[in-house]
């Protein structure tokens, strides 16, 4: 075979990355179930590069040089795995078969592991970036065997986004399902970072009184400073349009029940999973979801609260700049919980992910791509130990001078009774993390008390129980 590269599963991700790659120089080797696609891939955009249409799976598996690079693109969960049954047993040992769906992590583990026992090196690749980044350069996160990136990043590295510093977004972010896990974190965050902005446009509309145009403008303004992101710029492409049947803003004829297709919510299980904080992600989640819940919203509308009252054209600017303050100091505390969540999986499944490397490739390509996240990789290059991105000095100063605003935007919000589950669950976690002592001494107690299940002292060693039903002294359990 004469292909560096095939794709198989030419959908709009598969057929967009194919085209990616023959853009590139590369000679694409392209299959599909339907061949019916393949042959309209070739036809459509044969004159874009180099294509070798295969009908058969062996045809397909004879065009490809050695050792074999196989990209699945296909639908996540059982496809992937029929795919894969498929096609495995017509490779040999060293070749690479790459996954580029949103493949849960745990499938990805399950298929590396089997697929390596085969002597076939399995590579679960997170591609963000939707169809217009598969087309013209993706964020690009492989997971999959330190050797296999050897033959593979060089290709990886051509198709991806470049960052503003022109470095390819795709790095090998570690063994097995690293690249996957990655992803799912992505997407977490993407959620946190799409509530939080929509909690501003909800105050912005609301307390300030602002027309959607207005706050477009705003948006636009925000996306100048150091807010300046993909989120930002395309909240204030929405919020300007204009509904063509109506005349009204397309804002307000859309109905308000968010739908979602589970990566977010993966990213909160797992999270639960492995102990970690992410509460801004998990008011993400559960904001779309309470939004869904139409028969819940209809029995709450008689309930009382109070009237929101505009504030003056003056209050409203200065609550504008607060709003502006509340978003950038949560959206650390979401970036901060993220990236906990990275480390505590690189540490339990053995990854030993570089956090400023993730956040490097997140600058271009992705969904959540920011100027923020240079910022974010240059802490972590500063100091790759770093506990929390909250214990960096630029990103603690920072949310330090903003936090008077960012209390007073909450209040006002609280006052007024417009819910903001992003900006208070991430101030919890600001204020819960810097307390010197927590209530959870009292949950401690309450856990002796009906379940024996004994308490650490402050000023000795080892376990302790208080015979609370007997005369309360106090015993050592160890
Ligand atoms: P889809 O997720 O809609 O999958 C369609 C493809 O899967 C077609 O090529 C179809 O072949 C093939 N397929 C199915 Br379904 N079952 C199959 C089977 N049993 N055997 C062989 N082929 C099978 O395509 P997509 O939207 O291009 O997404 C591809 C992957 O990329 C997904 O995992 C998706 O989650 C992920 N992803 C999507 C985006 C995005 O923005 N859409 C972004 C990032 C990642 P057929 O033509 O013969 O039916």
New binding site residues.
């Given amino acids: 075979g004469t292909a560096q590269i095939g794709v198989t ?6 057929r967009n990355l194919a085209r990616n790659f023959a853009r590139n120089g590369f000679t694409v080797a392209v299959h ?3 061949a019916a ?1 393949t042959r309209a891939l070739v036809e459509e955009f044969g004159s874009e590069g180099s294509f070798v249409a295969a009908e058969s799976p062996e045809d397909f598996v004879a065009a490809l040089e050695r050792p074999r690079r196989l990209v699945i ?4 969960g ?3 795995d ?2 894969i049954q ?1 096609f495995a047993p017509l490779l040999e040992e060293g070749d690479v078969i790459i996954d ?4 849960h992590f745990e499938d990805t583990r399950r298929r590396e592991r089997e697929l390596r026992e085969r002597g076939i090196h399995f590579v679960g690749v997170g ?5 217009e980044g ?1 087309l013209h350069g993706p964020s690009i996160m492989p997971g999959g065997s330190a050797e296999s990136y050897e033959s593979l990043g060089p290709l990886l590295e051509r198709i991806a986004a470049k960052a503003p510093d022109g470095s390819p977004c795709v790095t090998h972010v570690g063994p097995d399902a690293a690249g996957h896990f990655v992803k799912m974190v992505h997407n977490g965050i993407e959620y946190a970072d799409m509530q939080l902005i929509a909690e501003a446009y909800h105050l912005l509309r609301t307390v300030a009184g602002y027309s959607p145009a207005k706050i477009a403008e705003t948006f636009r303004d925000w996306n100048t400073g150091r807010l300046d992101s993909y989120l930002i710029e395309i909240t204030a492409e929405v919020l300007a349009h204009v509904d063509a049947a109506t005349g009204k803003p397309f804002v307000d004829v859309v109905q308000d029940r968010a739908e979602q297709k589970g990566t977010g919510r993966w990213t909160v299980q797992i999270a639960l999973d492995l102990g970690v904080p992410v509460s801004g992600i998990a008011e993400a989640v559960f904001a779309r979801s309470l939004s869904g819940h139409a028969e819940l919203r209809e029995a709450a509308r008689s309930l009382t609260g109070p009237a929101v009252s505009p504030l003056g054209e003056k209050e409203a600017e200065a609550f504008a700049a607060q709003v502006e303050q509340a978003l950038y100091a949560s959206k650390i505390v979401s970036y901060t919980q993220g990236f906990h969540q990275i480390q505590a999986g690189s540490e339990t499944y053995d990854w030993n992910v570089d956090p400023g490397a993730v956040a490097a490739i997140w600058r271009a390509g992705c969904i959540i791509r920011a100027a923020f996240l240079d910022r974010i990789r240059g802490a972590y290059d500063a100091q790759p130990d770093l506990p929390s991105l909250l214990s960096d000095k630029r990103f603690g100063d920072e949310i330090g001078a903003a936090q008077d605003d960012w209390r007073a935007v909450i209040m006002e919000a609280t006052r007024q009774g417009v819910p903001v589950p992003g900006f208070s669950a991430a101030l919890a976690y600001y204020d819960a993390l810097r307390a010197e002592r927590l209530p959870a001494a009292l949950t401690q107690g309450q856990r002796d008390f009906f379940g024996a299940h004994t308490y650490r002292r402050t000023d000795r060693e080892g376990s302790f129980h208080t015979l609370w039903g007997g005369d309360r002294t106090e015993v050592s359990t160890d």
């Fill in positions: 599963g030419l959908a709009v991700m598969g599909n179930r339907t696609k693109m296909v639908k996540a059982e496809p992937t029929a795919v498929e580029g769906g949103n493949a591609i963000s970036g939707g169809e598969a």
